[in-house]
Nanobody, 124 residues
Framework: QVQLVESGGGMVQAGGSLRLSCACVSSGYTFSSYAMGWFRQAPGKEREFVATISGRGRSTYYADSVKGRFTISRDNAKNTVYLQMNSLKPEDTAIYYC???????????????WGQGTQVTVSS
């Protein structure tokens, strides 16, 4: 059983920054065994991939739309993954979801576990 709890969302002006956190509570695998991902869903749109990080943090992948502006990282000692978002744009407005997959090198989009999401709103 895995529980993911996101935090750090809010409202910010265009050009600003936010840092999202996702705490993982697992009764099975150790946190470093999980690949972690961030996804987002804007109103009226499908959920889309944002970023992913491997179990030990050595590999990261980003959607083209956020590359160079967002940074995914993890602290395995704290069972937490982060998404640093800089140079935010109004089109980044969405609910952001954290996801976990018990495969440290997973790079797909069908994660097994999902958080409840945190709202990010960027005003122009």
């Amino acid at each position: 059983q895995v529980q993911l709890v996101e935090s750090g969302g809010g409202m910010v002006q265009a050009g600003g920054s936010l840092r999202l956190s996702c705490a993982c509570v697992s009764s099975g695998y150790t946190f470093s065994s999980y690949a972690m991902g961030w996804f987002r869903q804007a109103p009226g749109k499908e959920r889309e991939f944002v970023a992913t990080i491997s179990g030990r943090g050595r590999s990261t992948y980003y959607a083209d739309s956020v590359k160079g502006r967002f940074t995914i990282s993890r602290d395995n000692a704290k069972n937490t993954v982060y998404l640093q978002m800089n140079s935010l744009k109004p089109e980044d407005t969405a609910i952001y979801y954290c996801a976990a997959e018990p495969n440290a090198h997973y790079t797909g989009s069908s994660y097994s576990y999902w958080g409840q999401g945190t709202q990010v709103t960027v005003s122009s």
